[in-house]
């Protein structure tokens, strides 16, 4: 098992995989994105043409999800039965159906297994990872628990800065459709006890990956 574990949620756009990745990548430590993985099962799901609605039929792809994925924040990468997925993943028809296999409790059982399962087996000193719940299910107990939040507009704004003008309105009402269904399941937006908030909206790239550093050194040997 990793000696410490940092973890950080938060909704949508808030800056949790850059900001993880980049914490992680100034440490030395590993990276583990969870959200990439309820994208690839939902991408393997849809490769497959199974109905994303069907909780029984994604259930059994479970089974046979053959997924790796980088925990060196330098050489990070997503495969699924060898196949390297790690764009395919953000395509927008992988982000609206995203959510309907995150709403499945056995998936959620099975995937928090392997993502216990990567943290046990990681050689580094420390691994930060990031999702909507690692503060509260996955790793209650790490010794840094972070929520990572950002206003509803400074959120839309980052995605939208990273797309074109024409499809940064679809974008943000997906994300925004996102976000409330994804609330119904995990609760990401108020943090829990003893999880420290940090808000980023004011706060550009930079300044929040060392605000990350200040919470992460204040709280390990
Ligand atoms: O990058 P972004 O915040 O848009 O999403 P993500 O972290 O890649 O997560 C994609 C989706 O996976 C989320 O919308 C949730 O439905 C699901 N997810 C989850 O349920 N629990 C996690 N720990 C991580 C992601
Ligand atoms: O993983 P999550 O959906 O929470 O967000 P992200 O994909 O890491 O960040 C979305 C965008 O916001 C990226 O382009 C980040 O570089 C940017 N960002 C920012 O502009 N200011 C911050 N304080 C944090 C992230």
């Known amino acids: 098992m990793s000696d410490i574990i940092v973890a950080v949620d938060g909704p949508a756009g808030s800056g949790k995989s850059s900001v993880s990745k980049e914490a992680a990548l100034r440490l030395g430590w590993a990276y583990l994105d969870t959200g990439a993985a309820y994208r690839a099962l939902a ?8 109905d994303t609605e069907d909780a029984d039929a994604v ?4 089974a046979d999800f053959d997924y790796s994925i980088g925990m060196d924040p330098q050489h990070y990468f997503v495969r699924v039965g060898g196949e390297e997925i790690t764009r395919d993943i953000r395509e927008p028809r992988v982000s609206a159906v995203v959510s309907h296999i995150a709403r499945v409790p056995e998936v959620r059982v099975g995937l928090n297994d392997l993502f216990r399962r990567l943290m046990a087996e990681n050689p580094k000193d420390g691994v930060i990872v990031e999702g909507r719940d690692i503060t509260t299910v996955v790793a209650p107990d ?3 628990r972070v929520l990572l939040t950002a206003s509803a507009e400074a959120r839309m704004a980052r995605r939208s800065a990273e797309l074109s003008a024409v499809s940064a309105e679809a974008t943000a ?3 925004a459709s996102r976000d409330a269904q994804d609330s119904r399941v ?6 829990a006890e003893g999880v420290t908030t940090l808000d980023s909206t ?3 790239f930079e300044q929040t990956v060392l605000a990350l550093l200040d919470i992460v050194h204040a709280r390990t040997p």
């Open 43 to 50: 991408w393997h799901c849809l490769d497959e043409g199974v």
């Open 186 to 191: 995990v609760d990401f937006m108020n943090a």
């Open 59 to 62: 259930v059994a792809r479970l």
């Open 142 to 144: 790490a010794p840094v």
């Open 173 to 175: 009402q997906q994300l």
């Open 202 to 204: 004011d706060l550009d």
